[in-house]
């Protein structure tokens, strides 16, 4: 999944901080945005790069009639891992925040999406910016649901789930030897 991403050349590592940049393209492919996250174990950083066009926010384009939308790239990412099968037929947008600006771009640059699944965080922030958008998309007719992760966010999800996969599989290893 992110050989696609970094394939169509939409993350990358920076040269100088080691950052994964995360990078939008408008509707001709020119890169309008990026979002930089740290890379390093102790690293909070993240920002986007001051020239950029929320509109076209790190996203991928399906075919599908359905969009994701998730308040950072790293969220939509974790989700995708979460739900592979098909992933590539679907659309998905990281805002890079709370906003709803690349979720009202694709709308408009893609008439095939009919409905919006509101994937934002588990926290205050992410209830207030789901319900204001939804609001927005009813007034539109805009078929929207509301998934929220079981965590703070998808990506803490994703470890959960990791860590206790890996939780079985050496208890798995320990039944073998003891056998």
């Known amino acids: 999944m992110l050989y696609s991403f970094a394939h ?4 990358y590592e920076s040269k100088k ?7 939008g393209y408008d509707t001709n492919g020119i890169p309008r945005h990026a979002h930089k996250r740290g890379t390093g174990s ?20 399906g075919r599908s009639p359905y969009v994701c939308l998730f308040e950072a790239p790293i969220d939509m990412l974790s989700f995708i891992s979460m739900h592979k099968k098909h992933w590539k037929e679907h659309s998905y947008a990281a805002a890079c925040s709370v906003s709803d600006r690349v979720l009202f771009q694709m709308l408009e640059d893609n ?9 934002l965080d588990n926290d205050e ?23 929220a992760p079981t965590g703070k966010d998808w990506n803490e999800d994703l470890l959960v789930i990791r860590a206790r996969e890996n939780e079985s599989e050496v208890t798995e290893s320990c039944q073998m030897s003891l056998s």
């Open 125 to 147: 922030a992410g209830h207030k910016a789901a319900k204001r958008i939804s609001d927005k998309l009813f007034v539109r007719g805009v078929k929207t649901h509301i998934l």
């Open 111 to 119: 008439p095939n999406l009919k409905e919006v699944f509101l994937c």
């Open 8 to 11: 169509n050349k939409m993350i």
């Open 17 to 23: 901080h080691h950052n994964a940049v995360f990078v």
């Open 42 to 61: 102790e690293s909070t950083y993240k920002g986007n790069a001051p020239s950029g066009v929320p509109e076209y926010s790190f996203h991928w384009h």
